[in-house]
């Protein structure tokens, strides 16, 4: 697996999705590997965002707690938290945000039977949509 995540492609799809999160919204990195299927992981998605390239907006993927995962890598400490607050994203006095309001869901094609219990897609908007 360590070799797949030096290949720039597997890389490039992860920053692809991270790209397309807006302002204000954020992403989980489990929800990133959910979305990009077998061979990626919340750890590996985390690892490609470590050297992710200028322009990729990497403040915006948290943990699933909607917690910063940053503290120990990027100085200073509240760097990431900062970045989110300036879009009007909103952290709890445990530097927590509420992913049931900031989570970006992108829309995707239709979904597989499996994916409409997504932990990260809402049956109601996977109902709504024409197949």
């Known amino acids: 697996m360590p070799a797949q995540r ?8 992860v920053y692809s999705i991270v790209r ?4 204000g919204r954020v992403m989980t990195y489990g929800q990133i590997a ?5 061979g990626y992981t919340p750890r590996t998605v985390g690892f490609c965002m470590h050297s992710s390239p200028d322009g990729t907006p990497w403040h ?7 917690k910063c995962s940053t ?7 509240d760097k990431q938290q900062r970045m989110l607050e300036q879009e009007g994203v909103v952290f709890d006095k ?12 992108p829309k995707t094609r239709s979904p597989k039977k499996s ?14 949509r024409k197949r």
């Open 6 to 13: 030096e290949n720039p492609k597997y890389r490039e799809r």
């Open 20 to 23: 397309r999160i807006p302002a």
């Open 34 to 38: 959910e979305l990009l299927g077998e």
């Open 60 to 66: 915006r993927v948290l943990n699933a707690q909607g």
């Open 71 to 77: 503290g120990r890598i990027v100085l200073p400490h």
């Open 94 to 105: 445990s530097a927590r945000c509420d992913l049931q309001t900031f989570l970006h869901i």
């Open 115 to 128: 994916e409409e219990a997504s932990l990260y897609k809402s049956k109601s908007s996977a109902r709504g």
